[in-house]
């Protein structure tokens, strides 16, 4: 009986197998006709780009020589007596408006339009390619985790929304309850779940204004101090109010990013002792924190502007 069992499991996985072979297998055919067909394309329309333009060249070149050829002669046939020069001058004339002839465009509207059409879809295919690679990966990634902050441990000076998935500054200092776990030496908050293993990540959406970070932290960062005083605990990006991104730990390094982020991902890993940041949008890492955890490691946000906010993806 738990033989048959096994055998059947067995079976299945090796189904499981070739049927992803064969998924996969055909993908990459599909992919590699398609790019077959496109550098197929855009080979054409270089060949006939680079014909265009020699062309166009040549008929320059040669313009210019009957151009120089008619001002020397003209220059000759001024040395000429009168009756002689004006025998000739019907010819100059001719030649001179064979001159002023309008040369080709470089390239024809035609060729144009037929890159423009190669162009619109070669840049539709890379996003579309784009697109595919971050749906597949969090459609089988297994290291997402859902994130939802914590009010009891949120700052009097921070707003949560009533799903806990957004954090806003508010108007003024609210009451709460002064608990040990709620921050009130800076306006931050911590994620609803912490991690003593394991590879897990969340994303993030930032508003458009300054002053915010987001990242994470150990269990015992300093909650009722500055945010200076508790750095060394903290692992985070950061957006300060100059518009300068900064990786926030001991000690603050500025960093040089020429894009602006608005969708984050956080990923940590636990045993690697890694926190990795990448650009939500196009998974370009942004920046990479090397630590040793021996504690529990919280999500972390912090936020200091009234034009801005942070929100939780579901």
Request: charged share 25%; net charge negative; aromatic share 8%.
């Amino acid at each position: 009986m738990g033989q048959n069992k096994s055998d059947s499991l067995l079976g299945k996985v090796a189904s499981e197998q070739q049927s992803l072979r064969d998924a996969f297998t055909q993908l990459q055919e599909f992919l590699q006709e398609q790019e077959d067909v496109l550098l197929a394309q855009l080979d054409q329309v270089h060949e006939e780009l680079n014909q265009e333009r020699c062309r166009y060249i040549s008929n320059i070149s040669e313009r210019e020589m009957l151009r120089d050829t008619l001002i020397a002669e003209i220059e000759r046939k001024c040395d000429q007596p009168m009756a002689e020069f004006l025998t000739d001058v019907g010819k100059i004339m001719d030649r001179c408006e064979a001159a002023k002839t309008p040369i080709p465009e470089p390239v024809s509207p035609g060729l144009e339009r037929t890159l423009q059409r190669l162009f619109e879809s070669t840049q539709m295919l890379t996003a579309v390619m784009a697109e595919f690679k971050v749906t597949l990966l969090s459609k089988i990634d297994r290291e997402r985790v859902k994130v939802w902050l914590d009010p009891e441990t949120a700052s009097p000076y921070l707003y949560l929304s009533k799903d806990c998935k957004t954090v806003r500054m508010a108007s003024g200092e609210q009451e709460l309850h002064d608990n040990p776990e709620r921050f009130t030496g800076s306006s931050s908050v911590l994620g609803s779940e912490g991690f003593t293993a394991g590879r897990h990540y969340w994303e993030l959406e930032v508003g458009h204004g300054d002053s915010w970070a987001v990242g994470v932290a150990l269990e015992s960062v300093r909650r009722k101090d500055s945010l200076s005083m508790a750095l060394g605990k903290i692992w985070a990006l950061r957006l300060d109010w100059n518009h300068q991104y900064t990786a926030l730990h001991m000690p603050p390094t500025p960093l040089e990013l020429n894009q602006e982020l608005r969708k984050i991902r956080v990923h940590l890993d636990y045993e690697g002792g890694q926190v990795t940041f990448y650009n939500a949008e196009n998974m370009m890492q942004i920046l990479q924190f090397k630590a040793t955890f021996t504690e529990k490691v919280f999500p972390y946000f912090w936020l200091w502007s009234q034009e801005t906010y942070i929100q939780l993806c579901a």
